[in-house]
T-cell receptor, first 112, second 114 residues
Framework: DTEVTQTPKHLVMGMTNKKSLKCEQHMGHRAMYWYKQKAKKPPELMFVYSYEKLSINESVPSRFSPECPNSSLLNLHLHALQPEDSALYLCASSQRTGEEQYFGPGTRLTVT | DQQVKQNSPSLSVQEGRISILNCDYT??????FLWYKKYPAEGPTFLISISSIKDKNEDGRFTVFLNKSAKHLSLHIVPSQPGDSAVYFCAASDRQGGSEKLVFGKGTKLTVNP
């Protein structure tokens, strides 16, 4: 089983809203990632969690706040986003960092 | 500075023929290379990987070749099928150095024509 699930599939939010994206994997992976992807661009790394601890924050604005409640779950809390934050948000996991990553289907976020 | 380069934004191939997707890298510390396939509005799907101690890895219709001296790798798909039409991303990692990141190329859009 190489499945990573993400909810919701689509999200439309206003600039004053607070919402959360959720990601789950049951492969026993100890590394989890958040990426942002714009059309016709490669995935852009945002955060890396290794053994439930934040190990990389790629200078992401504080309006994005990650959380790893346990080894299977990863959340991304969103607050006061800008229209330019509209993108496909991808979660991924891997056995350990540096290994092949398995991606979820993504959440298509639109900020109005 | 782009450490992983996919210089062909697109490639068109006839069904049944070979598709060859190329990738170059600049960082000599990279020791692990991966290929991902991505359909529109979906997450990338891991296809195949190769460690720098090998020069070839094969999985069904997919073969990855690594030329370390040229800092070049390629993905061969034989025979190509219409369902292979997607964007293909090359990625690299410095595993020995403990890097926690994959560095992605910009992708090549493959179209397989029936």
């Amino acid at each position: 089983d190489t499945e990573v699930t993400q909810t919701p599939k689509h999200l439309v939010m206003g600039m004053t809203n607070k919402k959360s994206l959720k990601c789950e994997q049951h492969m026993g992976h100890r590394a989890m990632y958040w990426y942002k992807q714009k059309a016709k661009k490669p995935p852009e790394l945002m955060f890396v969690y290794s053994y439930e601890k934040l190990s990389i924050n790629e200078s992401v604005p504080s309006r994005f706040s990650p959380e790893c409640p346990n080894s299977s779950l990863l959340n991304l809390h969103l607050h006061a986003l800008q229209p330019e934050d509209s993108a496909l948000y991808l979660c991924a996991s891997s056995q350990r960092t540096g290994e092949e990553q398995y991606f979820g289907p993504g959440t298509r976020l639109t900020v109005t | 500075d782009q450490q992983v380069k996919q210089n062909s934004p697109s490639l068109s191939v006839q069904e049944g023929r070979i598709s060859i997707l190329n990738c170059d890298y600049t960082n000599s510390m990279f020791d692990y290379f991966l290929w991902y396939k991505k359909y529109p509005a979906e997450g990338p799907t891991f296809l195949i990987s190769i460690s720098s101690i090998k020069d070839k890895n094969e999985d069904g219709r997919f073969t990855v070749f690594l030329n370390k001296s040229a800092k070049h790798l390629s993905l061969h798909i034989v025979p190509s099928q219409p369902g292979d039409s997607a964007v293909y991303f090359c990625a690299a990692s410095d595993r020995q150095g403990g890097s926690e990141k994959l560095v992605f190329g910009k992708g090549t859009k493959l179209t397989v024509n029936p």
